[in-house]
Every structure is written in C-alpha cells, then in structure tokens.
C-alpha cells in the first residue's frame, strides 16, 4: 500500500484547507481510511476515519463540525476538508490505511493502522 498526503500549508486562524491522500497498491473495498494528525511534542492523534466500503465515518471531538473525511473510489483518494482552523491545528497531518476483518468497527488506535503516508504540515497563523 502506497499512500501520498498532499494539500497542507499555511493558513490563517479562521481558514478552511483540503488535505488529500493518494492510495495505490491495492483494492481499498476491505479497508479503512484514516487521518492523524501530530503536534510538536504530542502524540499522534487521531482525527476521522472512513470505511472505504460504505462510506461509514467517525470523528474525533476536537474536530467534528469543522473537519469533514470523504472518499472518492474513481480516484482512489481521500480527503479531509478542514474548516475554522485555529493555531492549535497546526501539526503535520497523516493518512493511514487499515485492512479491516468482517464485521469489525472503524478504529481510532493509530497503531491498528498499518500503513501511513508521509505527512503533510499545515500551519494556522493566528
């Protein structure tokens, strides 16, 4: 699984941005798609997954209502659309694929995921 992060960059507080992952390599209809995000001296923090197949979607807290995850199957890609983005965004943000068995739940545990992109910076000017 091959998976290209692109879109981040500079924005000010209040702005939106579009991250989007490229994902090649396989047949993504038995996987799990999902976006992290790291901060200088935190943790990796999960920030929304999609089920490829079905379109099911979870959030984090932090961001539900301002960031939205979807998939375009054509493409093979993924994007989140950041909205009202504030300093503390500011991260290098990660797309991350996991193959899911039948009948298991989306997750939000970054190590369930085993293939991750490069990451891409996003930085929020106040």
């Known amino acids: 699984v091959q998976l290209q992060a692109s879109g981040g960059g500079l924005v000010e507080a209040g702005g939106s941005l579009r991250l989007s992952c490229a994902a090649s390599?396989?047949?993504?209809?038995?996987?799990?798609m999902g976006w992290f995000r790291q901060a200088p001296g935190k943790e990796r923090e999960f920030l929304a997954a999609i089920r490829w197949s079905g379109g099911i979607t979870l959030y984090a807290d932090s961001v539900k209502g301002r960031f939205t995850i979807s998939r375009d199957i054509a493409k093979n890609t993924v994007s989140l659309q950041m909205n009202s983005l504030n300093p503390e965004d500011t991260a290098v943000y990660y797309c991350a694929a996991r193959y899911r068995r039948p009948g298991s739940m989306v997750t939000t545990t970054p190590n369930t995921y085993a293939d991750w992109g490069q990451g891409t910076l996003v930085t929020v000017s106040s």
């Open positions: 390599g396989r047949t993504f209809s038995s996987y799990d």
